[in-house]
């Protein structure tokens, strides 16, 4: 308890499937470290230096514990700090708590697979997922082919999810917005067939709501409203999300459950109540020699329900009947707990490695886990945890809600939110939900666009990429209908560059409709942005036009470009996996309340002057794309070179060296790429740039510009 009233260290992973994570962890273990070793801190002189976490794989997962007033005062942990910041920014480096990075390692999620990330915002979790379904992008250039769906049932946080997600830039990635007990099964094509089956995932991860009360150092608001309702209440929604789960996974599919609670009742009583309904058809996997370095206790296999009245209670009989009703039968061991293997469960303590506390389930799915509602329920308390019959179900769960009102206030969201949603980490403590059902009803299509999340708001300054200074049309919902004034307030809130779901202007806009046009669609604006994704025919006019000027190569997958809007002058060209596309094409994809997917790989440029290609390439999807372009429009840099492309918004080409210049003016006016192999340790730098008739532009979003400004000052050290 004494470890709990102690400030949690910051911890950070350094993103594994990223080309330039290990010059990161070079960076960081050559330059800062050293530097902020000599540093000696507080009254025992101990440095406070990051550190790597043993446990985690190739040195990529770290831990600092300087306080704030330490980095403000020293030089070496400001330095440190503004890199941390600037690799953050992009994508490069994620603040994750140390204990919450366990879970994916343990999903043992490989290239290719499909997954499954159930309650996955903020997405600290998926971040970790999509790194290890792109874990082979480097070796093979291919074009990664897995899925990860990451949803969440709360819209808000899903679109902070496709925020922290999208710096990723992949293909692979579907956001949705269900209630995970309840997640839609779609029928998507298998393979090269016709033949359609309902979506099934190889992995797993169910980091459920629960009371949070492993985050006890970091989350102080538990401490004041932390009580024994919130467990009892939130067991239900647990065993819920994991069924389905379960459900959804193939066979032979992993399914990791978490949570960062220590109650056993949101622990090993919902995974004995799952494996329970399983039936033998699912089981739990030892662990115990994964992450080795790793402190861990075994799953409890004995455990008590404390009643309203504050009395322990060993058995529901021993409840007064005329409560019994109120509590699930699961929330007490089974008759049979011995032979379940609950010591396979993993238990982390805070005082075991100066860490929050956390719990995690390993499962693999052996046969077909009946549909839930034909299972017979004479061993549960049928009335308490059942879903048979919603309607029954639904009464329960109230009747535990307002039991448990009348005394504590745990089950109350505000009561428990934390007041700073901006960062991962505090946005991870945000785990308690109301045990009201949701009301999400995946039938019903209302709106799913990210509403304005007013703390996240950010200012984007008029050079951004895609407000570019080309006179292009100001990113917008891709709307075709409304031509935009030059001068916009550029105040766009902070959920990433895809207007459809998340980058909403704040709308100080003067708009102009072009009357012309067809605006039989206006009065639905909102409705233009929620239009399905379409795509692109692969000899259509826009790719033919693309292929042709940029040498794009045949074994580049046209087929999975696609536009958001109806509009032919489409903006911008996303690019998705093919298993993404199977799923947003399959014919009851409506069913999926989709958020976001896809990455910008092309983006429509206008010019002053006349250029033989409307289309440039887009940051995001630069690296993926690079292999396939033809050389013609490559040109390569030195670091030198690269130093003046970064001295200045858009330095002149005569700038540049003799050789440079010469072939920058063999190239006519559009986009192209700048290849950049800095030495043979380090991976090639690619970057889009617009040739301009005397200058270059560099088509960066200023914190990507940013963080390359301080990977090139590193490169010098
Ligand atoms: C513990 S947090 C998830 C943290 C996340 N996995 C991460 O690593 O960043 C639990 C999440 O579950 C979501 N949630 C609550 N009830 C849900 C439900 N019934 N279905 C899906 N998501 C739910 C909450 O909105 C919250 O974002």
Redesign the pocket.
């Given at each position: 308890m004494e470890v709990n009233k102690t400030t949690l260290p910051t911890s950070f992973r350094i993103t594994g499937s990223r080309s330039n994570a290990f010059e990161l962890r070079n960076v960081l273990v050559n330059v800062h470290v050293p530097e902020l070793n000599k540093i000696q801190f507080g009254d025992d002189n101990k440095s406070e230096a990051p550190r790597s976490l043993p446990w985690y794989p190739d040195e990529l997962g770290w831990q600092h514990s300087a306080p704030r007033s330490t980095i403000k005062k020293s030089p070496a942990f400001q330095n440190f700090h503004k890199w941390l910041v600037a690799e953050t920014e992009v994508g490069n480096i994620s603040r994750q708590e140390a204990v919450?990075m366990i879970p994916p390692l343990l999903l043992d999620v490989k290239p290719g697979h499909w997954v499954l990330?159930?309650?996955?915002?903020?997405?600290?979790?998926?971040v970790q997922i999509i790194e290890a379904v792109h874990a082979n992008d480097l070796q093979d250039k291919t074009i990664p082919s897995g899925l990860v769906i990451a949803?969440?049932?709360?819209l808000k946080?899903s679109c902070m999810l496709v925020h922290q997600a999208k710096r990723l830039k992949s293909p692979c990635l579907i956001v949705t917005n269900?209630?995970?007990?309840q997640f839609p099964g779609v029928y998507v094509k298998q393979g090269l067939t016709e033949e359609k089956k309902p979506i099934q995932f190889d992995r797993i991860?169910a980091?459920?709501?629960?009371s949070g009360d492993g985050t006890l150092r970091k989350n102080f608001l538990i401490w004041k409203n932390w009580g024994i309702g919130s467990a009892i209440g939130l067991h239900y929604?647990q065993v819920k999300?994991l069924l389905r789960g379960a459900q959804l996974a193939k066979e032979s599919g992993r399914i990791v459950y978490s949570?960062?609670s220590m109650n056993p009742l949101e622990n090993e009583a919902v995974v004995a109540e799952v494996l329970r309904r399983s039936r033998g058809n699912l089981q739990l996997v030892d662990v115990s020699d994964q992450l080795p370095q790793l402190i861990r206790a075994p799953g409890v296999t004995t455990w008590k329900v404390m009643s309203k009245e504050n009395k322990w209670v060993d058995k529901l009989e021993d409840i007064d009947p005329k409560y019994q009703k109120k509590y699930a039968k699961s929330l007490w061991p089974p008759a049979d707990v011995g032979q379940l293997n609950l010591e396979r469960c993993m238990r982390i303590y805070p005082h075991f490695q100066d860490t929050g506390a956390f719990f995690i389930a390993v499962f693999q799915k052996t046969g077909p886990i009946t549909d839930i509602s034909s299972i017979d329920d004479s061993v549960s308390n049928k009335n308490a945890c059942d879903t048979e019959d919603a309607s029954v179900a639904e009464t329960n769960e109230n009747d535990i809600q307002t039991f448990y009102e009348e005394t504590d206030m745990s089950n109350d969201p505000d009561a428990t939110i934390v007041d700073d949603l901006s960062t991962?980490d505090a946005?991870?403590n945000?785990?308690v939900?109301p045990i009201k059902r949701?009301n999400v009803d995946s039938s019903k299509h209302e709106s799913h666009k990210c509403p304005k999340v007013e703390k996240l708001e950010t200012k984007v300054e008029p050079d951004e990429e895609d407000d570019n200074q080309m006179g292009s049309q100001k990113r917008t919902c891709e709307e075709p209908f409304i031509k935009l004034e030059t001068k916009v307030e550029n105040d766009y809130n902070q959920m990433g560059s895809q207007k459809r779901a998340c980058e909403e202007p704040i709308i100080k806009l003067e708009i102009k409709v072009e009357p012309d046009e067809d605006n039989s669609q206006m009065g639905s604006q909102k409705q233009m942005c929620e239009e399905p994704f379409i795509f692109l025919d692969p000899d259509g006019a826009v790719i033919s036009q693309i292929r042709e000027y940029y040498g794009l190569s045949h074994e580049f997958p046209t087929d999975q470009l696609l536009v958001r809007s109806v509009n032919e002058r489409n903006k911008i060209l996303y690019f998705v996996s093919e298993p993404v596309k199977r799923v947003l094409q399959a014919p009851d994809c409506s069913r999926l309340r989709v958020v976001n997917s896809g990455i910008k790989v092309f983006t429509r440029q206008e010019a002053n002057e006349p250029i033989k290609c409307e289309f440039r390439f887009n940051a995001e999807g630069i690296i993926m794309i690079y292999p396939y372009v033809s050389k013609n429009r490559v040109v390569n840099f030195s670091l030198d070179d690269l130093k003046i492309l970064l001295s200045e918004p858009t330095p002149l080409i005569d700038r540049f060296d003799e050789k440079i210049q010469k072939r920058l003016k063999e190239l006519d006016m559009g986009c192209i790429i700048i290849y950049i192999d800095p030495c043979k340790e380090r991976d090639a730098i690619i970057l889009p740039v617009w040739r301009a008739a005397v200058s270059l532009n560099l088509l960066y979003r200023k914190e990507e510009r940013r963080a390359l400004e301080l990977r090139v000052s590193n490169f010098y050290q």
């Open positions: 919450s990330d159930m309650c996955a915002a903020p997405g600290s979790k998926t949803n969440d049932a709360d946080r269900h209630d995970a007990a991860l980091d459920v709501p629960c929604t999300i949570t960062c991962n946005a991870d945000f785990c939900v949701h």
